[in-house]
């Protein structure tokens, strides 16, 4: 199985900002503004792997066995990855929605 990264897109970034939200901002202009910060905090406060296992398994919907085998990790560090990003961008989000 190859594997080709995924890059950041306002389509992509806004899902990502939208689960990790908890679909708690209805209004557009929140949203937008979560979806700029998810976006910076992606790209800045995750590490290289993180960002690769939470594109692959959140957007591409790839299950974490398949996403070891991909980026030839274990299981149980793809799991930590995905578990400590998910972690980093709830503490932003939530940060700014204060």
């Known amino acids: 199985m190859s594997y080709m990264r995924v890059p950041l897109s306002d389509d992509n970034t806004d899902l990502i900002a939208f689960s990790l939200s908890q679909h708690g901002a209805n209004n557009r202009a929140e949203r ?48 930590r990855h995905i578990q400590s990003a998910t972690r980093k961008l709830r503490k932003v989000a939530s940060y700014y929605q204060r």
């Open 32 to 79: 937008e503004r979560m979806k700029k910060i998810m976006f910076r905090a992606i790209r800045h406060e995750l590490t290289d792997r993180q960002r690769d296992c939470m594109m692959m398994y959140y957007l591409e919907g790839m299950k974490m066995k398949d996403i070891a085998v991909a980026l030839n990790l274990s299981r149980s560090t793809v799991t």
